[in-house]
Nanobody, 121 residues
Framework: QVRVQEAGPGLVKPSQTLSLTCIVS??????????WSWIRQSPGKGLEWIGV???????YYNPSLKSRTSISRDTSKNQFSLQLNSVTPGDTAVYYC?????????????WGQGAQVTVSS
């Protein structure tokens, strides 16, 4: 059973970079036809898709966040990561990583429990 877990600091200062890692187990993230995404939920708001990295290494980002976002991976550790630059209090949210089912029909989604990240000085 695929498992994912978010890891990273829970507090980031304004203007700094938010960095989170998604630890994946029971499947290699380079296995073809798999997509790995980051999403977030801010207080009082719905879920917001941040971006995706495919098994090929290709990445795509939410246009509204694209200029500040980078998703990368470390295949030796079977992890993928999120960096969000120049954060503001508006980036305070619970951040989720997961195996995204929206691109392929042959698996269900698997999401982590979420990591609360607060942007505050």
């Amino acid at each position: 059973q695929v498992r994912v877990q978010e890891a990273g600091p829970g507090l980031v200062k304004p203007s700094q970079t938010l960095s989170l890692t998604c630890i994946v187990s029971e499947i290699d993230i380079t296995t073809r036809s798999n997509a790995w995404s980051w999403i977030r939920q801010s207080p009082g708001k719905g879920l917001e898709w941040i971006g995706v990295i495919f098994a090929t290494g290709a990445t795509y980002y939410n246009p509204s966040l694209k200029s500040r976002t980078s998703i990368s991976r470390d295949t030796s550790k079977n992890q993928f990561s999120l960096q969000l630059n120049s954060v503001t209090p508006g980036d305070t949210a619970v951040y989720y990583c997961g195996r995204d089912p929206n691109y392929y029909d042959d698996y269900e989604g698997t999401w982590g429990q979420g990591a609360q990240v607060t942007v505050s000085s």
